[in-house]
């Protein structure tokens, strides 16, 4: 593909460090448009023998002109900034990132129900771990806090505790365990600190630790027993691990420089985008997105008031060893729709987390993967929903992305995976994010919130299906709907929906067509729509309608699960 | 371009590797000195327990002030089990005593914090060499020359010992009746593994080291267990050792070598891998290569794992694999003449 650069035009150059790809991706503005144009993919050269991320850069850049003809490098391969009039360079540079070792977290509050619990919550919006959190009311003794704190060897301390105007004695124990931790550990292994407790005590801890640590003051996560506020911690916790990052990474540091805004965590980034989405959709239900990463999947939902962000340690790279740490087989084995022993699915996971950029090279490989993300959306969806909150789990539309969606043999065998996966309930559309572009949308919004309106309606978003998923408790094989589909251009088609089956009707991608529903038992199409009639859009699947029952039901029978699986494989 | 890094296995290189403690500590080695696997290299201390000791409360002081001004040590002080920390001056003494060995962190407000309970760490070196650079209280380098095998897993063990590979059938799985009394204090040369009981047969004998192609996932937790260090060289499943590395290592029988079967840690380059150190002296090898024609590769995922091949053609556009899904591919060819295609992650350049 080669591209017709204009003069006078406005560019951007989005950088994704992965832990196993580096993407370079540029949006560029044409007649007060932006537009996606292409990406250059390379492997992460952030580790050994390597260990600069620029090689890996640089890498990507490259494959992004041969792509696009765009030229990006000059000749000692420094990139061009600004866009100069002959149309080379980008006028604007964002970074995002989510490789490299987890950031090890100790979390401290007071009461493990109150304040622990959400300075947990303030940790899962980043790919970090909890190695671990501590109660002051938990009944070990300070010394043996002191030593499990020591052991942990965290990067960072996140201190939570005590509601505004509340009691100061019990967080000023918490004052001599901070001051004694300082004094126990070698000095370059002190972790940076937050302070995000009763902000009375701001300043006593600020004196009493003095310049020992890097204190951060933000502002109290848990002001009211009631209520929450996240935002400024976790804005904080965002910037430490960035600064954590520049400091651990060669080449990161000459490239912020030069960054529109510094460079944030992929999920950061990511949350911001699904909050503006929440916020321009239908406030009855939730948007929801999901990133399926090789180390961590990011989960985020909004509503427009009500906004989640969780990243969960399972992805399908490295990852999987969080996963496997206490998976059972049957979880995984439920959706292989070919007979394996879980022994050697095992080692395939396992030689998967020493070559987490291995690329499943035949059919039965392609499954393995394919069941081991079924399974891992699965858990981490329950776990979403619980966390999530809220009554209404019905969420329009849900946003998938990751390389085990988009490296599929077809559009259908994606749409099943998000499928039995999410188990959405109701009316959704489900769009794939074939490029991975929503967490560079996320950073590029803060420099131009409407770099993500257009992007996000471009056609570098596919819409894979509106999908209906009524619920029913009628027996297997009982018919429970009728329903006519009418087409713009005035044709039907009718069908009739039994339990357990899953259904995909014709409607071209783009397409509107208005959907009625008669029920024949008791059914719930939708849990926020009290109706039968819908005007839908259609997706590269088309409309599909799945009355598979939540949760699905899996025989675990081998011979009654395998044609069942591989039937709802050949239903696209 | 497309660069990648290199898995080495070679008849004959030079290698430097760096030995670090995780805490400062004491070096007890010295430039140009010879050293063995097992040779201890430094010792540091590793931080101990805890232990806060009230003393206002154990010398019956209420004020803090003279409670502090009968303490008779000071924050760094070393203590050993017994000695006094502080005492009353009436006619009756009470007196607090160190309850072990340790060291004074800090005395604050009456309370004093001791660390007690240091574990020493030893430095082990892990491969047979020269010591090229000491990195005062934290580490050296170590360089010697010898064969070289580079493997993907490692039960984060060290070992040295006399490699036994003779009479191995390279296709045959490795199993309690592959081992006998002649075999106690080798370094075994094996296939695969799927039974624990050949893994506990190896620890009763006992073995020094097993070298193994593979070995089921399913025996991680046993195998961390294993008093001796097991390499795996190709990784999990039922994968026989593949022809290069099996030919390097066969022609070394009987021959000392050193497994520094570590964890392979990426962000440090720490990988698991084989030395046999020889009298000659080797070259250093680049460890990152630009991918081209003729290299030989090492495949390390199915269908095709474990096997070695020579690179045909490069093909830098995405085209649909077996699998049905597109990526840029090679077309690489085995010893016996068998074509692979494999995606460009699929594989190792080997050197």
């Known amino acids: 593909?080669?591209?017709?650069?204009?003069?006078?035009?406005?560019?951007?150059?989005?950088?994704?460090?992965?832990?196993?790809?580096?993407?370079?991706?540029?949006?560029?503005?044409?007649?007060?448009?932006?537009?996606?144009?292409?990406?250059?993919?390379?492997?992460?050269?952030?580790?050994?023998?390597?260990?600069?991320?620029?090689?890996?850069?640089?890498?990507?850049?490259?494959?992004?002109?041969?792509?696009?003809?765009?030229?990006?490098?000059?000749?000692?391969?420094?990139?061009?900034m600004p866009g100069q009039p002959d149309g080379a360079g980008v006028d604007q540079l964002v970074i995002t990132f989510s490789a490299g070792v987890p950031i090890r977290?100790?979390?401290?509050?007071?009461?493990?129900?109150?304040?622990?619990?959400?300075?947990?919550?303030?940790?899962?919006?980043?790919?970090?771990?909890?190695?671990?959190?501590?109660?002051?009311?938990?009944?070990?003794?300070f010394s043996n806090q002191l030593d499990q704190i020591q052991n942990a060897q965290p990067d960072l301390l996140l201190v939570a505790g005590g509601i505004e105007d509340g009691a100061l004695k019990p967080m000023q124990e918490l004052t001599l365990l901070l001051k004694a931790l300082v004094m126990v550990l070698p000095k370059d292994k002190v972790p940076e600190i937050i302070y995000a407790g009763n902000s009375s005590l701001a300043v006593m801890i600020k004196?009493?630790?003095?310049?020992?640590?890097?204190?951060?003051?933000?502002?109290?996560?848990?002001?009211?027993?009631?209520?929450?506020?996240?935002?400024?911690?976790?804005?904080?916790?965002?910037?430490?691990?960035?600064?954590?990052?520049?400091?651990?990474?060669?080449?990161?540091?000459?490239?912020?420089?030069?960054?529109?805004?510094?460079?944030?965590?992929?999920?950061?980034?990511?949350?911001?985008?699904?909050?503006?989405?929440?916020?321009?959709?239908?406030?009855?239900?939730?948007?929801?997105?999901?990133d399926l990463g090789a180390n961590s999947t990011i989960f985020a939902a909004s509503n427009?008031?009500?906004?989640?962000?969780?990243?969960?340690?399972?992805?399908?790279?490295?990852?999987?060893?969080?996963?496997?740490?206490?998976?059972?087989?049957?979880?995984?084995?439920?959706?292989?729709?070919?007979?394996a022993h879980w022994t050697e699915l095992l080692d395939y996971f396992h030689q998967k987390m020493i070559f987490p950029a291995s690329i499943p090279a035949n059919r039965s490989i392609l499954e393995y993967e394919q069941a081991a993300a079924r399974a891992i959306l699965r858990r981490d969806m329950f776990h979403f929903l619980q966390e999530w909150g809220l009554e209404n789990i019905a969420f329009e539309p849900i946003m998938v992305s990751g390389a085990v969606f988009s490296n599929t043999i077809s559009p259908w065998q994606t749409l099943l995976m998000v499928l039995d996966g999410l188990q959405p309930v109701g009316i959704s559309t489900i769009i794939l994010d074939q490029h991975g572009l929503t967490g560079s949308l996320g950073a590029m919004a803060e420099i131009n919130p409407l770099i993500p309106v257009q992007i996000l309606e471009s056609s570098a978003y596919i819409p894979l299906a509106t999908v209906v998923c009524p619920f029913s408790e009628e027996m297997f094989g009982t018919k429970i709907l009728k329903g006519v589909l009418e087409y713009e251009d005035g044709n039907y088609n009718r069908f009739e929906?039994?339990?357990?089956?899953?259904?995909?009707?014709?409607?071209?991608?783009?397409?509107?067509a208005n959907l009625q529903f008669e029920p024949l038992r008791r059914v719930m199409v939708d849990p926020v729509i009290p109706s039968y009639g819908f005007k839908v859009i259609g997706g590269q699947c088309g409309l599909v309608i799945d009355a598979r029952g939540r949760p699905i039901h899996i025989p675990r029978d081998a011979k009654a699960r395998i044609p069942l699986l591989k039937k709802w494989l050949a239903t696209g | 371009m497309t660069l990648t890094t290199v898995t080495h296995t070679l008849p004959l290189t030079l290698l430097r590797r760096n030995r670090m403690m995780p805490y400062s500590g004491r070096i007890v080695v010295h430039e140009s000195q010879h050293v063995k696997a097992t040779d201890t290299l430094g010792t540091c201390l590793l931080p101990g327990k805890h232990l806060q000791i009230d003393l206002c409360d154990e010398l019956g002081v209420k004020s803090v002030n003279k409670c502090m001004g009968l303490v008779e040590r000071k924050p760094g002080d070393a203590l050993t089990k017994g000695d006094v920390i502080a005492q009353t001056r009436s006619m009756v003494?009470?007196?607090?005593?160190?309850?072990?060995?340790?060291?004074?962190?800090?005395?604050?407000?009456?309370?004093?914090?001791?660390?007690?309970?240091?574990?020493?760490?030893?430095?082990?070196?892990?491969?047979?060499?020269?010591?090229?650079?000491?990195?005062?209280?934290?580490?050296?380098?170590?360089?010697?020359?010898?064969?070289?095998?580079?493997?993907?897993?490692?039960?984060?063990?060290?070992?040295?010992?006399?490699?036994?590979?003779?009479?191995?059938?390279?296709?045959?799985?490795?199993?309690?009746?592959?081992?006998?009394?002649?075999?106690?204090?080798?370094?075994?040369?094996?296939?695969?593994?799927?039974?624990?009981?050949?893994?506990?047969?190896?620890?009763?004998?006992?073995?020094?080291?097993?070298?193994?192609?593979?070995?089921?996932?399913?025996?991680?937790?046993?195998?961390?267990?294993?008093?001796?260090?097991?390499?795996?060289?190709?990784?999990?499943?039922?994968?026989?050792?593949?022809?290069?590395?099996?030919?390097?290592?066969?022609?070394?029988?009987?021959?000392?070598?050193?497994?520094?079967?570590?964890?392979?840690?990426k962000t440090k380059g720490d990988r698991p891998e084989i030395i046999i150190p020889l009298p000659t002296e080797g070259k250093a090898t680049d460890d990152v290569v630009e991918l081209a024609d003729d290299q030989t590769i090492h495949v390390t995922t199915m269908p095709y794992i474990g096997k070695i091949g020579v690179i045909k053609r490069i093909h830098p556009a995405s085209d649909l694999l077996p699998s049905q899904i597109r990526a840029p591919f090679v077309e690489a060819q085995t010893e016996v003449g068998e074509t692979m295609n494999l995606p460009l992650q699929n594989f190792e350049v080997m050197g």
């Open chain 2, 93 to 265: 003494k009470r007196i607090v005593r160190a309850p072990s060995d340790g060291f004074v962190i800090a005395i604050n407000n009456g309370m004093l914090l001791l660390e007690v309970e240091n574990e020493t760490f030893e430095l082990k070196a892990g491969y047979t060499g020269i010591i090229h650079e000491i990195l005062p209280e934290l580490g050296v380098v170590i360089e010697t020359s010898g064969a070289l095998i580079q493997g993907v897993w490692g039960n984060n063990r060290i070992g040295q010992g006399i490699l036994a590979s003779s009479n191995q059938n390279p296709m045959l799985e490795f199993s309690r009746s592959s081992l006998d009394v002649s075999m106690r204090g080798c370094i075994w040369l094996g296939t695969y593994c799927v039974q624990e009981d050949a893994l506990i047969a190896a620890s009763e004998l006992p073995l020094r080291g097993l070298i193994l192609g593979s070995m089921s996932a399913e025996l991680i937790p046993v195998a961390m267990h294993m008093p001796f260090p097991i390499i795996l060289l190709e990784g999990f499943g039922m994968i026989a050792l593949n022809q290069m590395a099996y030919k390097l290592l066969t022609t070394h029988d009987k021959r000392e070598i050193c497994i520094n079967a570590s964890s392979w840690d």
């Open chain 1, 1 to 80: 593909m080669s591209i017709e650069f204009i003069p006078d035009t406005s560019s951007v150059l989005a950088l994704d460090i992965g832990s196993v790809n580096t993407r370079a991706i540029l949006f560029f503005q044409t007649d007060d448009q932006f537009r996606f144009i292409a990406q250059g993919v390379s492997s992460t050269t952030l580790t050994a023998p390597l260990n600069n991320i620029s090689l890996g850069i640089i890498q990507a850049i490259t494959s992004l002109q041969t792509t696009t003809g765009a030229v990006l490098l000059d000749e000692k391969s420094h990139l061009i």
């Open chain 1, 105 to 141: 977290i100790v979390t401290l509050g007071l009461l493990r129900d109150v304040s622990l619990k959400t300075a947990n919550k303030v940790v899962s919006s980043v790919s970090g771990v909890i190695v671990k959190d501590i109660s002051l009311n938990d009944t070990s003794s």
């Open chain 1, 497 to 512: 929906i039994a339990q357990g089956n899953l259904l995909q009707i014709p409607l071209s991608q783009g397409h509107k």
């Open chain 1, 207 to 290: 004196e009493s630790l003095k310049d020992s640590v890097e204190l951060h003051v933000v502002p109290n996560i848990r002001p009211e027993i009631e209520m929450e506020n996240l935002a400024p911690a976790r804005k904080k916790l965002a910037e430490i691990i960035t600064g954590i990052r520049i400091e651990q990474w060669a080449g990161l540091s000459a490239l912020s420089s030069i960054c529109a805004i510094p460079p944030a965590p992929v999920s950061v980034a990511y949350g911001r985008i699904l909050e503006f989405l929440g916020k321009s959709h239908d406030p009855s239900k939730g948007v929801l997105g999901v």
């Open chain 1, 304 to 339: 427009g008031i009500h906004h989640d962000l969780r990243v969960y340690p399972h992805g399908m790279g490295e990852g999987l060893a969080g996963w496997l740490k206490d998976v059972n087989p049957e979880e995984v084995l439920d959706w292989m729709p070919q007979d």
